[in-house]
């Protein structure tokens, strides 16, 4: 069964850290590209980043620019989601989501979504 766990999400203060954990199960996560994303409160989901099978990273959302990165480790089924310089509108439930393509990653058609972690941003 193919699945994707997220892990590490939580409550941190504004301009806190936090690195949220996707597992693949029952795939080959190298063959996929892996993309992060969020959903607000009363907003529909949006795309954050997307990471390539090469390591190479296209950011969906510029608000994340230059504060948020990912990084993979095959060997463990696993994509990572660095969060720096937290701010209040970063609070969302975070998906991880993958999908058979690992060179390129796509706007939509991601096949294969986790059940999400909530992180909240709040002093």
């Known amino acids: 069964q193919l699945q994707l766990v997220e892990s590490g999400g939580g409550l941190v203060q504004p301009g806190g850290s936090l690195r949220l954990s996707c597992q693949a199960s029952g795939f080959i996560l190298a063959n996929y590209a892996k993309g992060w994303f969020r959903q607000a409160p009363g907003k529909e989901r949006e795309g954050v980043l997307c990471?390539?099978?090469?390591?190479?990273?296209?950011y969906y959302a510029d608000s994340v620019k230059g504060r948020f990165t990912a990084s993979r480790d095959n060997a463990k089924s696993t994509v990572y989601l660095q969060m720096n310089s937290l701010k209040s509108e970063d609070t969302a439930v975070y998906y991880c989501?993958?999908?058979?393509?690992?060179?390129?990653?796509?706007?939509?058609?991601?096949?294969?979504w986790g059940q999400g972690t909530q992180v909240t941003v709040s002093s």
């Open positions: 989501a993958a999908v058979m393509r690992p060179y390129s990653c796509p706007a939509v058609g991601f096949d294969y």
């Open positions: 990471i390539r099978n090469s390591g190479g990273i296209t």
